[in-house]
């Protein structure tokens, strides 16, 4: 693979990788549109475009939703923005009773619930942080019908509230998101997923429409089996996405290989990153550079990460630098450039990031960042998630010194958890122990819950009565006690959630002193006030075990490496392959054999541009400018009908881009 150096002729630099940035008419020779869904399905098609406007569904959509609406289990593959939201709503408000919709992601179901309300669908959802009543008030409205969609996290199906009020709610049928959590083979494998069979055992009659966006055949199998379904039933949307440019760039300075490559291509982009700390340096870097970025991960306050997506979204930040945390249930369809500046752990995770570009059908780009410490990385990755059973077994002994909680006791007690004090105390490495505990969460002798959804929330101590009879109040006290008062109820019965945001707002007094008044009122005993709280929490789901009773099975430890490791493997092959096209890679990985090229990926490109001599190409180059001599606008069509080899068209025009001879806008070309 060549890289264009000082002094390389135009012709030379238009043959290097890099090249791949600037739109090609291989890409418009490709173009296509989903297919739109067929006649019939009156009653579907009338709520879509009720309540959606749409005309008609595309893709697999309809197919999907005859199948659930027929009572049969369902599993649905659609890539990231095939629209797989539409597949359970729509049959939910033409069904009776209540859709469960089981999501991991909270973001997203405050999301759709609050989009679905704003259409005047009665939608709601349960999650981590929510108070008792608030809960019982919930699920009752879906006794009595006054709901028709009602999201949950996997965490909360285990309850003995949940499911004793899910005995008396109509459930239409249960739909799975991110059904691969449930596989032992996933990638993104989750214990609480396996609580779903136990709700299938309360409600047998309702059929499970599962949805994930990424799944191998093993992972396929896998998801029916662990959902029990009756019998098979899978619809598989084509994972190919013909407007997305897949490319590894291969360097040994990333970051100037990520800001060249911003620089080149305009419009919206994502850069992901590893760690936390890393979102916030590589986002001053491209600041520092002049291109506007904010970053994102999961430690940020709940109005931090609002206020940072509202302006990525808004186009008022171009970049978002962000951990993995960011992306899921975000629905922004002009990204134009997804960049990965550290490796994810599976082809998989890869391609649904990757796959949050060019939503809206145009253009896009996925680049991974790639040197060769990079294939270390990953290999050492294995080890790192999989530490040996023995210290397993070490972190869970220290866990219980460090609680106090002694051999036979402990079930059922939550307590916080500050790794960095844990591992400080007991000389662990964090990402070791962080492994370790995960793993022990897998084998279910604990909960492990690191980001855990807990806003803000307060109750008074005084009742009313006493509160109006306080005279040693400041003003801005007063003030923004009358402030809680109007916005909330409830706050002299139970803890209410609070957001410090609209309260300032409200009161006109800044944030930040009105957490430090909320403060002092609670030492005075006035309120009792609790902070947003992102500290991690575990519970023994078992009373602890002597080191000796420990058992770490082989489906939770070695089977698991095991895939762990093909995953890290296949991620090395892509990333070092230069022979074969990228497009291609990644579909036979997931199942799609392919047989033609993208024609549009680096190794394409490169491929291409080195098949075609420049001697052949010098004649071509000719007839595209007498064509466009005239310097009127002109369809790509029109150059692509030139009767000669389509390679070499496609070299000489794609050379002709590179040197800024010619400027394409759309599917329009002309000379500049």
């Given amino acids: 693979m060549r890289v264009g ?84 709503q729509v049959p939910a ?48 409205n879906c006794i009595f019908g006054q709901t028709k969609l009602l999201y949950i996290s996997p965490e909360r199906l285990a309850s003995e509230l949940f499911q004793t009020k ?57 998801i029916q089996e662990r959902l029990q379904f009756k019998e098979k039933n899978v619809f598989k949307m084509s994972f190919e996405r013909k407007n997305l440019t897949y490319v590894v760039r291969p360097t040994i300075d990333k970051d100037a290989e990520m800001i060249h490559i911003l620089e080149s291509v305009k419009g919206s982009a994502i850069v992901y990153v590893r760690s936390r700390k890393r979102t916030k340096e590589i986002s001053d870097l491209l600041e520092a550079n002049g291109i506007p970025s904010t970053f994102y991960h999961a430690g940020l306050t709940h109005s931090t990460k609002d206020i940072r997506q509202q302006r990525w979204h808004n186009d008022e930040t171009r970049v978002m630098v962000a951990t993995n945390a960011f992306g899921m249930g975000i629905d922004k369809p002009d990204v134009r450039m997804v960049i990965h500046y550290d490796s994810p752990d599976s082809i998989e995770a890869y391609f649904q990031e990757a796959g949050r570009a060019g939503r809206n059908g145009k253009r896009a780009y996925a680049v991974l960042l790639y040197d060769k410490r990079d294939t270390q990385k990953l290999i050492k990755r294995i080890d790192t998630n999989f530490p040996p059973k023995d210290y397993i077994i070490k972190v869970y002994e220290d866990l219980a010194y460090y609680y106090q909680i002694a051999a036979g006791s402990g079930y059922g007690h939550t307590f916080s958890f500050e790794i960095e004090k844990f591992c400080h105390i007991f000389k662990h490495y964090p990402l070791q122990a962080h492994s370790a505990l995960v793993i022990l969460a897998r084998a279910q002798y604990i909960e492990y819950e690191t980001d855990p959804e807990s806003r803000a929330r307060l109750m008074f101590l005084l009742n009313r009565n006493e509160l109006y009879r306080l005279d040693d109040l400041t003003k801005q006290e007063d003030a923004l006690i009358t402030a809680l008062l109007r916005l909330y109820g409830s706050l002299f019965v139970d803890y209410t959630f609070i957001d410090l945001g609209l309260v300032a707002d409200y009161s006109q007094i800044p944030q930040q002193e009105i957490y430090l008044m ?16 992102k500290t991690p929490y575990i519970t023994y789901t078992q009373n602890r075990e002597l080191p000796e009773r420990i058992v770490i099975s082989k489906e939770v430890y070695e089977d698991r490496k095991e895939e762990f490791t093909k995953r890290i493997n296949a991620m090395i092959a892509y990333a070092n392959d230069t022979t074969t096209c990228r497009s291609k890679m990644l579909l036979n990985y997931l199942g799609e054999k392919q047989d033609h090229d993208c024609g549009r990926c680096d190794v394409c490109l490169d491929n291409n541009t080195n098949q075609v001599a420049e001697e052949k190409i010098d ?15 002109h369809y790509i069509t029109e150059i692509a009908r030139l009767t000669l080899p389509r390679e070499q068209v496609t070299a000489a025009l794609q050379a002709l881009l590179d040197e800024e001879i010619l400027i394409k806008e759309d599917s329009i070309i002309r000379m500049k």
């Fill in 518 to 533: 909320l403060k002092s009122l609670s030492q005075r005993r006035i309120l009792h006030f609790i902070p947003e709280s």
């Fill in 5 to 88: 150096v000082k002094g390389q002729s135009n012709w030379e630099i238009a043959r290097t990788p890099r090249n791949v940035f600037r739109d090609s008419l291989v890409g418009f020779l490709h173009e296509v549109e989903l297919p739109i869904g067929s006649e019939g399905f009156a009653a579907y098609q009338s709520i879509l475009q009720k309540y959606w406007g749409y005309p008609d569904f595309r893709g697999i959509q309809q197919e999907i939703i005859e199948s659930i609406g027929q009572g049969k289990d369902t599993l649905g593959l659609m890539p990231t923005g095939g629209g797989k939201s539409i597949t359970f």
């Fill in 619 to 633: 004649p071509v180059r000719h007839q595209i400018l007498n064509l466009l001599a005239d310097k009127a606008p």
């Fill in 93 to 140: 408000l033409a069904m009776d009773g209540v859709c469960l919709v089981v999501t991991p992601l909270i973001a997203l179901m405050k999301d759709q619930v609050q989009n679905l309300r704003k259409r005047g669908i009665m939608a709601a959802a349960i999650y981590s942080g929510m108070t008792r009543p608030e809960i019982v008030t919930t699920l009752e």
């Fill in 166 to 222: 899910l005995r008396h709610i109509k459930v239409s049928f249960i739909t799975v998101d991110e059904a691969h959590c449930i596989s032992q083979w996933g990638y993104d494998f989750r214990p609480s997923y396996l609580n779903i069979a136990d709700i299938k055992k309360l409600k047998p009659s309702a059929p499970i429409l599962a949805l994930t966006a990424t799944a191998t055949p093993a992972v396929i199998d896998d």
